[in-house]
C-alpha cells in the first residue's frame, strides 16, 4: 500500500508540471523558430547584397568597355584628320 501511494504521489507531481513543461517548450520552439527567422532573412539579405555587387560590377565593366569604345573612336577620328591635314598639305605644296 505505501508503494501505491507513492506511485500515486510522483503521478500527481507529474501531471503538475506538464503545464510547466509544455510552456517551457512553448519557449524553446518559439526561441528556436525565431533563430531560424534571423538566419533566414541574413542568408536573404547577403544573396541580395551579392547580387547588387554583381549588378554593380556588371555595370563598371558595360562602363569600362563604353569607354574604350569611345577613346578607340577619338583615336581613329584624330589619325583621320591627320591623315586629312597632310593630304591637303600635300596638295598645297604641288600648287
Known sequence: MFQNKNAA?????????LPLFSERQNKVNEE????????????????EDEEEEDEEEEEEEEEDEEEKKREEEEEEEEEEEGEEEEEEEEEYNER
Open 9 to 17: 504521489n510522483t503521478k500527481h507531481k507529474n501531471v503538475s508540471e
Open 32 to 47: 528556436v523558430e525565431k533563430e531560424e527567422k534571423r538566419k533566414e532573412e541574413e542568408e536573404k539579405e547577403e544573396e
